[in-house]
C-alpha cells in the first residue's frame, strides 16, 4: 500500500465543539494511515476529552494545526472536498465517496495537495463554507436518518481512501497537468476580482447579487482551472478594468 501517497492529504475540521470527536477523529485517521489534521476554530482544544477518545493516536492531535479561518487552512490545495449530510439548494458537483476516495489518489499521486472538510457537529458546514469546497461528498445512508456522527464520516471517508489508495497502485491517468492547477488561493483572488469587475460594469448588483457569484464559483470549480488559464481570465478582468477606468 502506497501509505506516502497520505501525506497529500488533509483532514479539516470546521468549529468543532465537542473534543471527543477530534479525538475520535484523530483515531479513525490513524487507523487508516492519515497523518495531517487542521483544526479550524476547534471551540475546546487541546483538551484531555480529545486525548482519551483518540486512545493512541495522540500524535496526530499534537501535530495538528489549528488555524482561524477555512481559507487558511486550504489555501494551498488543488482540490477540496466538502462534506454535507443533505442536499444544499445550490447543489454543487457532488460525489460518492468511493469517486471522491478515486479522485484524491489521482491527485495526491502528483504530489498536489487534497483537503477532506468537515463541519460543525449540529450545523454541518455553512454555505460560505461549502463554497470554498470544490466538490461536494455525500455519504449514501437511511434517507430518514442521514446525519453521521462527526468522527464515524470521518471514519467512512478515510476508509474509502485507504481502499482506493490500495487498489489503485498504478498511477492513474493523467489527464489533468497537475503541476500546473490553481490553488484555492488563487482561486479565491480571481473570484474577488471577478465580483468587483462584474460589479464595475453593473451586471452584479451589491444589493441584489442574486446566486450569480455562486453560480460562477460552482461553474468554475467543476473545471479545475490552470494557472495559465487563471492569468487570461485575471487579464481579462484587467483589460475591462482599464476600459471602464479609462
Ligand atoms: N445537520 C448537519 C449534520 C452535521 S453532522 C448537516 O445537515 O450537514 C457533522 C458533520 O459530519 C457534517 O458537517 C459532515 O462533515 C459529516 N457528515 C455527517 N453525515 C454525513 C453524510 N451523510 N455524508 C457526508 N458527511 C456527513
Redesign the pocket.
Known amino acids: 500500500m502506497t501509505m506516502a501517497d497520505f501525506q497529500f492529504l488533509r483532514i479539516v475540521l470546521?468549529q468543532t465543539s465537542h473534543p471527543g470527536n477530534i479525538g475520535a477523529t484523530a483515531r479513525a485517521m490513524k487507523n487508516m494511515g492519515l497523518k495531517h489534521l487542521t483544526l479550524v476554530n476547534p471551540l475546546d482544544f487541546p483538551s484531555d476529552h480529545a486525548n482519551a477518545r483518540a486512545s493512541g493516536a495522540d500524535d496526530i492531535l499534537q501535530q495538528a494545526s489549528i488555524v482561524s479561518s477555512l481559507q487558511e487552512a486550504i489555501q494551498d490545495c488543488k482540490l477540496v472536498f466538502?462534506?454535507?449530510?443533505?442536499h444544499r439548494n445550490l447543489p454543487q458537483a457532488l460525489v460518492t465517496?468511493r469517486e471522491m476516495a478515486e479522485r484524491c489518489h489521482a491527485f495526491t499521486s502528483q504530489a498536489q495537495q487534497v483537503a477532506l472538510?468537515?463541519?460543525?457537529?449540529?450545523?454541518?458546514?455553512s454555505n460560505e463554507e461549502l463554497a470554498f469546497c470544490h466538490i461536494h461528498?455525500?455519504?449514501?445512508?437511511n434517507p430518514d436518518f442521514?446525519?453521521?456522527?462527526?468522527a464515524?464520516?470521518?471514519q467512512?471517508?478515510c476508509y474509502e481512501c485507504f481502499l482506493a489508495f490500495q487498489t489503485n497502485r498504478e498511477k492513474p491517468q493523467q489527464y489533468i497537468h497537475y503541476d500546473d492547477l490553481a490553488d484555492s488561493a488563487s482561486l479565491e483572488g480571481f473570484y474577488e476580482h471577478l465580483a468587483q469587475t462584474l460589479t464595475e460594469i453593473e451586471f452584479l448588483e451589491p444589493a441584489f447579487p442574486k446566486r450569480i457569484m455562486p453560480k460562477l464559483r460552482r461553474l468554475f470549480g467543476r473545471t479545475q482551472l490552470e494557472v495559465t488559464e487563471l492569468n487570461i481570465l485575471r487579464g481579462i478582468l484587467s483589460a475591462i478594468n482599464r476600459k471602464f477606468k479609462g
Open positions: 470546521c466538502g462534506t454535507s449530510a443533505r465517496p472538510v468537515f463541519g460543525h457537529e449540529r450545523n454541518g458546514l461528498v455525500n455519504i449514501p445512508c442521514s446525519s453521521l456522527n462527526l464515524a464520516a470521518v467512512v471517508l
